[in-house]
């Protein structure tokens, strides 16, 4: 699982993931295809396993920030069926001082599936219960890096 | 929602409840009909009802105990189709010092489209963050009876 | 049930829909709130009731035409917690020859907790087994209007 | 994927299959522990590898047969937690002429975290467009074989 290497060279910061997946019977709607709400889970799966390879969980055990999604869109092309193999390429589109930005692509065979982004805030948890954002902790922030050419 | 009155009275703890839901969209499978995991959640939702009707949270903020499940199961007699109505009737079968054991009778128009048991059992987590299972507490307990004929 | 009245005048399209839901457990992610992948399921929950307050499915048994999602997005504003009641208010914000665009809005106790958009196409299976756009057959196009004040 | 090899020795039916899993954040509840409802799902892609295994696929495209479930259980010994790793291992432990029985054990570093059992039937779908059962067709039986010590 995750690796805790030395990373203080930028070269060796995280900015993408792409993950190989196959389609879930469960996740099937009655035409045989993906349901839409899948695609929004499919990117989380990328961008937790994103976390993992920069050496973090983006929710550990007692962890004192959470990171909330506070926007995430997609646009679908082509349908994906029963047992089909598929790619999650999350790619980091910017990162800043409380929020970090995805997009995201969906292919199968090399033809676009869908494309999507998705923002989230890092928050902490006032006295009162409340969540409100904060700075991402530096140890967080120094694992990533935006992606060439996914800027903005 | 949920009640808050004097139940000392012992006619007057719950023992039943009979939820009325739809069939949505996302809940089919490539056939048409509901995919077999979903029974389980609807199971819980009246499950939930029940405790609300019982002037109770199941899982009310900062609670002190838990109900995790230690045993779920279904039979399945009859499909259940796109934006049919149907009952989901759960009934207590047995309340021990630690654990309630529910029956569930899952129907549309009439006819059994499934039968199912969930047994839940009263837990704290412990110093060390484990959860272990205590009696459940009496202000819990005393708001639960068993079912007419439903025991064991 | 879905009505099936007489809609011959203009005034009596439907155009929007508010629906009233609890939140279930199994909605809820770690931190104790819905999982952002479930406003998606929401949105279509409020969908699939507006069609039927039209009088129509969007999926009845050998319907000839479909309609896939081609876009979908929500912003997160506040967070659902376990057993509360809110708002899903739907509207049609545009109506095209072969597609509908919706508006989202969600709402506890008057306060926004979301703002979604989706747009599905009409579609037909080629002989091929292809999906492709497809125009709204009138009887479908004419039980709808766009939302006041809700134009693009 | 599915390899379409000749296996009429009967010393390369399949009778088991285990599948390594990562827990995804989308299933776990307020907790912090996997959904039961979870688990269903889980015991569904193993047998689904299971198939593929055997060469077959249990959803194909223009199927003449389908296998809903008639029933499904678990019980659960241990939680799973968020990013773990565990392991879902299903045998057959029955073959009927119309039916297959399976079991289902899921272990985390060896440890038994849940056990649970399935039974499929085969069925087709009548003029009428009910299902009906019927036998498993001999191409589809001839890949399978009870697992050792796995009998009812």
Redesign the interface.
């Known amino acids: 699982?995750g690796r805790r290497l030395d990373r203080s060279s930028k070269s060796s910061r995280c900015s993408e993931h792409r993950l190989r997946r196959r389609v879930?019977?469960?996740e099937?709607?009655?035409?045989?295809?993906v349901?839409?709400?899948?695609y929004?889970?499919y990117m989380?799966?990328a961008e937790?396993a994103l976390w993992?390879e920069a050496g973090l969980?983006?929710?550990p055990?007692g962890a004192a920030v959470?990171f909330?999604?506070?926007?995430?869109?997609?646009?679908?092309h082509r349908?994906l069926?029963?047992?089909e193999?598929f790619d999650v390429h999350i790619r980091i589109a910017a990162i800043g001082g409380k929020s970090i930005r995805y997009t995201c692509a969906i292919e199968r065979e090399g033809l676009a599936v869908a494309t999507g982004t998705a923002t989230i805030v890092c928050a902490i948890r006032t006295a009162e219960g409340v969540?409100k954002s904060a700075p991402i902790p530096a140890e967080i922030a120094g694992r990533f890096e935006v992606a060439a050419g996914a800027g903005a």
Chains 1, 2, 3, 4 share one sequence.
């Open positions: 699982m879930q019977f469960y099937l709607d009655p035409a045989g295809i349901h839409f709400s899948w929004f889970r989380e799966e937790h993992r969980s983006i929710a055990p959470a909330p999604r506070v926007a995430a869109a997609f646009e679908y349908p069926r029963f047992e193999e969540m």
